[in-house]
């Protein structure tokens, strides 16, 4: 069984480890998110992974319990006007930046999943990070659930998308409108969507 703790005990000396990681990259539709979370020393939730591994239920279980527990959480939002300016892998080091900035503690070391930063904090890129690192594991199920949750308010505005079951990942519908942008511009002609991306429409 992978020790999610690896990092934590390795920097067992500091007070504020500081885990970070986005959601966003894969889909056409939405803004990328991050968070960055410090838990307290020692801590432990069993079984607490990567947020992909984890069922909505879950993940939703510990969003609550992390956001109860956390000493401090932070989140970083960049929408698609921004993505499409300075590309996704910017847009989600960006958004991992801004979630760092907006935590209330200044952390004693930044752990991330394989992203690196140069924010002039001791820091850690580790491949696989949201496996072995239970601050990391902590940060995915921020950034998720938050995300989704942005997603079904955009679902509730333009339901024929289905954004509440795909989260903006590239589907029939979806492609036909990321194309129709990408020659009309960079909003969906027939639904006037803004696409993060860009991308949905109705036809």
Avoid at 23 to 32: A, E, F, H, N, Q
Avoid at 169 to 197: Q, R
């Amino acid at each position: 069984m992978q020790n999610n703790r690896e990092y934590e005990e390795k920097y067992s000396n500091l007070d504020y480890i500081c885990g970070v990681d986005e959601v966003g990259r894969g889909p056409l539709v939405g803004p990328v998110v991050a968070s960055a979370v410090i838990l307290p020393k020692n801590y432990y939730i069993e079984g607490l992974t990567d947020s992909k591994k984890l069922s909505k239920k879950k993940r939703e279980s510990f969003f609550e319990i992390i956001n109860k527990d956390a000493l401090a959480i932070g989140i970083g939002v960049v929408d698609n006007k921004k993505i499409d300016e300075i590309n996704i892998l910017e847009a989600s080091r960006l958004a991992m930046k801004i979630a760092v900035n907006n935590l209330k503690i200044k952390p004693d070391v930044i752990l991330t999943d394989a992203m690196k930063l140069d924010m002039g904090i001791d820091e850690e890129d580790i491949i696989k990070g949201d496996l072995k690192s239970i601050t990391i594991s902590a940060a995915s199920v921020v950034a998720k659930v938050t995300r989704d949750k942005m997603m079904e308010e955009l679902h509730e505005k333009y339901p024929m998308y289905n954004f509440i079951k795909n989260n903006g990942y590239p589907t029939k519908v979806i492609w036909s409108c990321w194309t129709n942008a990408k020659i009309f511009g960079d909003k969906c002609f027939c639904c006037s969507l803004a696409l993060s991306n860009p991308s949905s429409c109705r036809k």
